[in-house]
């Protein structure tokens, strides 16, 4: 009888980190940068609330440039819906899918007025219901305007955290479950800022600077690159 063939062997899956590693992982970002802050420029809620609308698949550095003389003209819902959509076009007109984006800024800014008074609310349900806003950007906002320790998964902070093992997940939702439950409480407050800067300048998508990472010893990445 000719020689059996082996079967086939799933894929290994690689170990995601442990609790103690996680702690490590965490503490070694907080002794690096205690106080971490995101790049988009604003000057309050509101204007926070926009921009991070305006950065859905645009850079930050993008948005900055583009908010600035926005942000002059208009930096409350009511002087935003005064200023009218076709003004709102102009101004961002550099930014991908711009057009799209000015109907939702004057629809969300013109809600905000008409439903909160002009604030923007600290709720999630009640952030979800204006227009260009899903649980991302909703996450951005409870956490840099509110103080709120949630985590917005992004496509750096999905990278990052599948790559390294911190919270592998197949999609965005699972990767915010599982980093709710492996983060430390007393670093879930910074812990969206560390990875996103971590993945923007360091766990980058093509090649990853492994050589200066600060938590290459407990990553799971089989295909660390070298010096």
């Not at 560390?194 to 990472?213: E, F, N, Q």
Request: charged fraction near 25%; include cysteine.
């Amino acid at each position: 009888m000719p020689d059996s063939q082996p079967l086939p062997q799933k894929p290994r899956r690689r170990r995601t980190l442990t609790r103690a590693e996680a702690e490590e992982f965490f503490a070694r970002f907080a002794a690096r940068e205690p106080e971490p802050k995101g790049e988009l420029d604003y000057v309050n809620p509101y204007t926070l609330l926009v921009a991070v609308v305006l950065s859905a698949q645009a850079t930050d550095a993008g948005v900055n440039k583009a908010t600035k003389a926005l942000f002059a003209a208009a930096d409350t819902p009511e002087k935003m819906v005064a200023l009218g959509e076709e003004r709102v076009t102009e101004h961002i007109r550099t930014i991908g899918l711009f057009r799209t984006k000015a109907k939702n800024v004057i629809a969300l800014s013109r809600l905000l007025v008409e439903r909160h008074g002009g604030a923007v609310p600290r709720d999630r349900e009640a952030l979800e219901a204006l227009p260009g806003v899903g649980r991302k950007t909703a996450n951005v906002v409870l956490n840099i305007a509110f103080g709120e320790p949630t985590i917005a998964v992004d496509t750096h902070i999905f990278r990052v955290s599948n790559r390294t093992g911190l919270a592998p997940g197949k999609d965005v939702v699972a990767v915010e479950a599982g980093l709710e439950k492996i983060v430390p409480a007393r670093y879930r407050l910074h812990a969206h800022h560390w990875l996103i800067l971590h993945g923007r300048y360091v766990c980058k998508a093509r090649k990853p600077d492994c050589p200066v990472c600060i938590v290459s010893d407990l990553c799971r990445f089989p295909d660390k690159t070298i010096a």
